[in-house]
Structures are given as C-alpha cells and as structure tokens.
C-alpha cells in the first residue's frame, strides 16, 4: 500500500513540475507578445499621425474649392463623420452575430469632391466600399461604387 501511495505522490510531482514548467513557458511567451502588441500599438499611433498630416496636405487641394463652390462649409472628415451613421450602406450580412459597421473615420478616406473609400468590418471581416458622394443643400447622399471582402 505504501508502495502505491509513493509511486502516486511521484507521479503527481511530475506531472505538476511539467505543468509548472509549461505555466512558465506560456508566461514568458505571453509577455513577448504583450511588448510585441505594445510596439505594434505604437507603430500603428505613428501610422495614423502620418496619415492626419497627409490627409491635411490632401485637404488643400481643389476637392475643397469643389466642395465649397457647391455650398458645403465642413471638411473632409465631417464627410467621413456623416458616412459612420449610414451602416446601411454596406452590401454584405455579418457573420456570427457580428454586425456589419464602418469602422471609424480615420478608416474612411475622402478621395476627391466625388469618392470616398471606407473601411468596414463585423469584428470578424471586413472589406471596403468605394462610393460617390453629392452634397446638396448640406445633406450628403451616397452611391456604392464598388465593394469587396477581404
């Protein structure tokens, strides 16, 4: 009986030092990866305020003189504001409980006094919408241009 009892006792230590040594492991890659997201998350601020500063640049070309000849007093990114509220307008179903939405407005990218390309997704896919835009009487209305899944 005491025999038995040793065996189990030394098989348990076994067993829990290899799940001890496995909780190590998984700790350590665990924080890897949060520096890893930490790097990337910086990377990805810097990515945006890159594409704040171009977008500015952009902003001074003649789609605002079009635009403004046409009655409308925003800016590019009112435009982007105004499309995040017409989730109506993407062409595809989510999936598994997702809900298709735009993902925000430094996702949405006023290309001319014409076009918009925006990004959408349900939190599982997503894709992009290439749309015309007019403004009248300073209400937007949108046509879908084109638009594919990624």
């Not at 890659?29 to 171009?54: G, M, P, V």
């Not at 062409?91 to 001319?112: A, C, K, N, Q, W």
């Not at 990004?119 to 879908?144: A, M, P, Q, R, W």
Request: charged content about 25%; glycine content about 8%.
């Amino acid at each position: 009986m005491t025999v038995g009892l040793v065996c189990i006792l030394a098989i348990m230590t076994v067993v829990i030092w290899q799940y001890h040594n496995q909780i190590n492991a998984l700790t350590q890659e665990n924080q890897i990866l949060a520096n890893e997201k930490t790097e990337l998350a910086s990377e990805i601020k810097d990515l945006r305020a890159e594409i704040r500063k171009r977008d500015d640049l952009i902003s001074t070309l003649p789609r605002l003189d079009n635009l403004r000849r046409n009655g409308f007093t925003g800016s590019p990114e009112d435009i982007a504001l105004d499309l995040k509220t017409h989730n109506e307008l993407i062409p595809y179903e989510g999936i598994l409980g997702g809900t298709m939405r735009f993902f925000g407005s430094d996702h949405i990218f006023v290309l001319t006094d014409r076009w918009v390309l925006a990004y959408f997704e349900d939190g599982h896919i997503g894709g992009y919408l290439l749309l015309e835009y007019k403004i009248e009487n300073g209400t937007i209305s949108y046509t879908v241009i084109d638009s594919y899944l990624m």
